[in-house]
């Protein structure tokens, strides 16, 4: 999508037009779905944040002043809207994993691209086994390395997604990395030997 | 050794991090459920429904608002004397009435300001009058008893009592401010003009305020829902109209005062007037949430009291209120009222009246005459 055209149908979602809506938010959904599943860790909980988060854009979207890039305006509501729903549902969150105890009810898509179906099975076990780490770091901690991490978004944009300034992400993601390194051995003290192995 | 050692170590942090990285990096984007579509969409089509209600209604509130601010706005020129017709269109009422009731800037009858153009009598009252009714002290009319006590602290100057309308003056008073006066001229088409008709109000509403809502409303008009009783008393005396009596004597409890009793009490008035009531604003200057009106037909007169109570304006006057205590008296021996004389003093009020003349003897065929007889009630008599 070209600058433009984002900008004509951003004027046009201003009007009311739902297809440009539509149109305008196809772009970011994914990622802000993603979002959304690391935060909650619940497929459901993520489709409810990602719907609430839409009809909230297309509620306020007359009130963005195109100051910032639409999409990081589009992650920074559904970061708000997650912390939200973790706010109501602490309790309920707190007894969820990345995990559940049944396997189908597994959150976390993991790729089955390593070459031996042994060395893609350690890889998924590697993974789980981060995120369930993450679940032990700090919200703050947690939403940097979301961001920054596993969806890859420049510290411009973490810093505009969590409205902070880029000092205060690379601190913030720098004392994440360590601590989600510590509780990685605190599991599994050969967690990076295993990793060195496959 | 230490140093080495920790160099080793640094570099084991930083390589266990870079793996960290390179695994978080390798969670890949979960597609968003197909469903999702579906349901988003719905919630568009919900939240642009929500949003055509919520502008509709927000329409509808901000003319409800208009409504009720234009509704209040009539109201409270009503409450400050304004005739809204005449004042908003820029066009002059037509001058129905002799009502003349300048208000100086502070709210109160300015001085003189009903002068020239009062039809109602040049009356002063003197010290001590007997303005005090004797139903003021019956212990079920304590709502009186505030205004029997303002008014024994009045002082009112006085030239003669009861003397015969010859307009053109206001009455003093002994604080200065002079009384306004309304005049009924039942002659002049038998309708009571006022502002208070003219202007909105209470004979608007159709029904006499609560206390709660005189407070909010203010002088002007309780001054004008008090016209707006005695005008229908006046009315109904004229009129002989039992229903618009008892109208203007009780408004939300109209059970109290019954037709038959306002026929009966008609009985007296009409023995009592002779016709062409005019009534006049007898009020001192302080506010106390009662009016008295004088209630004249050129040669007899009576006081009208109209105050505030938690139930809405309520009238009272001796021949109205000793009415049953006086038809007790009689006997059901046909009687006319001639005269009602309150004594202040003694509080109490003396009505002479007229039996009718008797049959006497049969085989005479000649009838006598009625007697007359003086009746005296006392404010512990009950009614």
Redesign the interface.
């Known amino acids: 999508m070209s600058t433009k055209s984002e900008k004509e149908l951003i004027a046009a979602a201003k009007a009311?037009d739902?297809h440009s809506?539509?149109l305008l938010i196809l772009q970011c959904?994914?990622?802000a779905?993603?979002i959304a599943?690391r935060y909650l860790r619940n497929?459901e909980d993520a489709?409810d944040a990602?719907?609430e988060s839409?009809?909230k854009i297309?509620?306020y979207l007359k009130n963005f002043k195109e100051d910032s890039k639409f999409d990081t305006w589009v992650y920074r509501i559904v970061v708000n809207t997650c912390n939200d729903m973790l706010r109501k549902n602490s309790a309920l969150a707190a007894e969820r994993t990345v995990c559940g105890d049944e396997e189908e009810d597994c959150?976390?898509?993991?790729?089955d691209s390593a070459p031996g179906p042994q060395e893609a099975l350690l890889?998924r076990e590697?993974?789980e086994q981060?995120?369930k780490g993450m679940e032990q770091l700090k919200p703050e901690q947690r939403e940097v390395?979301i961001l920054r991490?596993?969806q890859?978004l420049s510290y411009e944009e973490v810093g505009s997604v969590l409205q902070c300034s880029i000092g205060t992400v690379k601190s913030r993601i720098n004392r994440a990395?360590?601590r989600?390194?510590e509780i990685?051995l605190e599991q599994n003290g050969d967690f990076?030997r295993l990793?060195?192995r496959s | 050794m230490y140093e080495e050692d920790k160099k080793n170590q640094d570099q084991s942090?930083d390589?266990?991090?870079l793996?960290?990285?390179a695994?978080?990096?390798?969670?890949?984007?979960?597609?968003?459920?197909e469903?999702?579509d579906l349901?988003?969409?719905r919630?568009?089509?919900q939240?642009?429904e929500r949003?055509k209600r919520l502008r509709r209604r927000k329409r509808l509130t901000a003319v409800a608002a208009c409504l009720a601010i234009g509704l209040l706005s009539v109201r409270m020129m009503g409450g400050i004397g304004l005739d809204t017709a005449s004042d908003l269109s820029g066009m002059e009422a037509v001058p129905k009435t002799e009502y003349s009731d300048a208000v100086s800037a502070d709210g109160m009858p300015s001085e003189g300001a009903a002068s020239g153009e009062v039809q109602g009598a040049e009356e002063t009252l003197e010290n001590g009058m007997d303005l005090r009714c004797a139903q003021i002290e019956e212990p079920g009319l304590s709502a009186y008893s505030a205004q029997e006590k303002n008014l024994e602290n009045k002082e009112i100057e006085t030239d003669s009592a009861g003397k015969p309308d010859t307009g053109g003056e206001s009455e003093t008073i002994s604080d200065g401010s002079s009384v306004s006066d309304t005049v009924f001229d039942s002659e002049a088409g038998g309708t009571m003009l006022t502002e208070a008709a003219a202007g909105g109000g209470f004979s608007q509403r159709g029904e006499a305020p609560s206390r709660g809502e005189l407070s909010s409303l203010g002088r002007d008009a309780f001054d004008q829902d008090c016209e707006q009783v005695v005008q229908w008393m006046a009315e109904g005396i004229e009129e002989n109209d039992a229903q618009k009596l008892v109208q203007a004597v009780t408004y939300k409890n109209n059970g109290v005062y019954s037709d038959s009793q306002a026929q009966q009490v008609l009985k007296l008035y009409s023995d009592l007037f002779a016709g062409g009531l005019t009534y006049k604003r007898v009020n001192l200057t302080a506010w106390s949430g009662n009016n008295i009106y004088r209630l004249s037909d050129g040669s007899r007169e009576l006081l009208v009291l109209v105050s505030s109570t938690p139930e809405g304006l309520k009238l009272s006057e001796p021949v109205m209120e000793a009415c049953d205590w006086l038809y007790q008296q009689m006997e059901g021996e046909e009687f006319t009222l001639l005269e009602v004389t309150r004594d202040a003093g003694e509080k109490q009020v003396e009505f002479c009246v007229q039996t009718e003349r008797v049959e006497e003897e049969a085989n005479t065929g000649s009838a006598g005459e009625g007697e007359m007889r003086k009746l005296i009630w006392k404010e512990t008599e009950s009614l």
């Not at chain 1, 959150?107 to 790729?111: C, F």
């Open positions: 009311g739902e809506f539509e959904r994914t990622k779905y993603n599943l497929e489709m990602l719907q839409f009809i297309f509620r959150a976390v898509k993991i790729p890889r590697q993974i981060i995120l390395i991490d596993i890859g990395r360590g989600l390194r990685l990076f990793i060195d | 942090t390589r266990e991090l793996q960290l990285l695994l978080l990096s390798q969670i890949p984007e979960a597609p968003v459920p469903e999702f349901r988003l969409r919630a568009l089509k939240e642009v949003e």
